[in-house]
């Protein structure tokens, strides 16, 4: 079974700060990672993909297979940025998404 | 393209109550999915369904709860009898396969008194 684990319920930091969003893994195959950020009681959006290697918003995502790790980074953090943001796996050829709980940041300005 | 959109955003339901979560899937997708946000804890997946086929239901209460994708018309996720542990957030999602990116509404906020 695959799992998700977002360590940090709460992250503050702020403006023009860099941030890291921490996200684990634990699944045996080759998993599609995501993230996906969700502003005050709207809808989730998603913000990356580890297989098109984009950056959005200036944030970026590295996946770390032998650290099972997909953190999520931004140089420069911004207000605007204040959102939850949710890790997500999706296993091999299955079409469910695992989630982790979810990482609540605050940017102060 | 107006987004996947679910209605309504917020429902009040007493005890013993049915409530009714409706999701339209973006156009072109024929996939739908329901996830459950329980407080405190990150989204479930509930059920997959194609146009009037439940594909995947390994995710639901076994009573209860019911999901459809009928031919015309939105999906419904349906709870009947609702008890306080029901309330939750609601998402839909749709996708127009399987494998494709999936796309999130903006949740339906239900509370059980």
């Known amino acids: 079974a695959q799992r998700v684990t977002q360590p940090e319920k709460l992250l503050s930091v702020f403006k023009g700060a860099p941030v890291e969003l921490k996200c684990n893994y634990s699944y045996s195959g080759s998993p599609e990672l995501f993230w996906y950020v969700q502003y005050s009681r709207q809808r989730l959006q998603l913000l990356l993909r580890h297989i098109s290697r984009e950056s959005i918003k200036g944030f970026t995502a590295d996946l770390n297979k032998g650290e099972t790790s997909f953190h999520l980074k931004k140089p420069f953090a911004q207000e605007e940025d204040s959102a939850m943001y949710y890790c997500a796996l999706r296993a091999g050829s299955n079409y469910k998404l695992t989630f982790g709980k979810g990482t609540l940041l605050t940017v102060n300005p | 393209n107006a987004g996947v959109m679910q209605n309504p955003r917020h429902l009040v339901r007493r005890r013993g109550q049915e409530a009714r979560l409706r999701c339209s899937p973006m156009?072109?997708?024929?996939?739908v999915y329901w996830y459950r946000q329980l407080p405190e804890e990150g989204l479930k997946f509930m059920v997959y369904?194609?146009?009037?086929?439940?594909?995947?239901e390994s995710g639901m209460p076994k009573e209860r709860f019911s999901a459809e994708f009928p031919k015309e018309g939105p999906s419904i996720l349906r709870i009947q009898q609702v008890v306080r542990g029901d309330s939750a957030a609601y998402f839909c999602a749709s996708s127009p396969d399987m494998r494709n990116t999936i796309y999130f509404g903006e949740g339906s906020w239900l509370t059980v008194v």
């Open positions: 156009k072109g997708h024929s996939h």
């Open positions: 369904l194609q146009k009037e086929n439940i594909i995947d």
